[in-house]
């Protein structure tokens, strides 16, 4: 079975701009939530979503929104790019909402690295 | 607002030497989970810890509850462990600690 993917994998956008980064669960997870990790800092939780619903917001301007699709596919989508914004984003998915060993386990996809100039 | 340290930072050994890196946090918390990030980004979900200890391979971690600290454990080290270890605590929300980079030399 594949696992996480994300894309693109690589992306170089200038401030100001809208980036859309997009996430493929698991075949099977209805969870999915989005991480940024800035360089050489752990990540910080940005969305959680369940069953297409926003069940998790971490503490991010309201620049940053994401959904799910019906297929449990995910967005996240950045507006006004800034140099801060520059990151990798990561995306987990799940069986279940809680994290957790198992059947709540986390698996996290490769990441996007986006550059912001 | 729980605080995630981990300690140490970098840490660089040699090959069969046995590591520990600590985490400690400062609110009570659901669970503990130990992740494992290679070069590249990529990051592997190690152990969930709510009480005692767990073993996978050469790997232990321990978790005090009334501490609030956790270790992670590597038995007869290999340069293929190398990579960045991360704690994160769940209580209403995760927080993640910034990492143990590890080097293990050959």
């Known amino acids: 079975d594949a696992g996480v993917t994300q894309s693109p994998t690589h992306l170089i956008k200038t401030r100001g701009q809208h980036v859309t980064l997009r996430c493929s669960p698991i075949?099977?997870?209805?969870?999915v939530s989005w991480y940024q990790q800035v360089l050489g800092q752990g990540p910080q939780f940005i969305f959680q979503y369940y069953e297409k619903e926003e069940r998790g917001r971490g503490n991010f301007p309201d620049r940053f929104s994401a959904r799910q699709f019906p297929n449990y596919s995910s967005e996240l989508n950045v507006n006004a790019l800034l140099l801060g914004d520059s990151a990798l984003y990561l995306c987990?998915?799940?069986?279940?909402?809680?994290w957790g060993a198992g059947a709540y386990e986390q698996y996290f996809g490769p990441g996007t690295r986006l550059t912001v100039t | 607002k729980n605080e995630v340290e981990q300690s140490p930072q970098n840490l660089t050994a040699q090959e069969g030497e046995f590591i520990t890196i600590n985490c400690s946090y400062s609110v009570g918390i659901s669970a503990l989970h130990w992740l494992q990030q290679h070069p590249g980004g990529g990051i592997v979900s190690l152990f969930m810890l709510s009480s005692g200890k767990k073993k996978h391979g050469r790997l232990i971690a321990t978790i005090n509850i009334q501490e609030k600290h956790s270790s992670l454990h590597i038995t007869a080290s290999h340069p293929r462990d190398s990579a960045v270890y991360i704690c994160a605590v769940e209580d209403d929300k995760i927080i993640f600690g910034k990492g143990t980079r590890l080097h293990i030399l050959p």
């Open positions: 075949s099977g997870h209805k969870s």
């Open positions: 987990a998915s799940s069986l279940e909402v809680r």
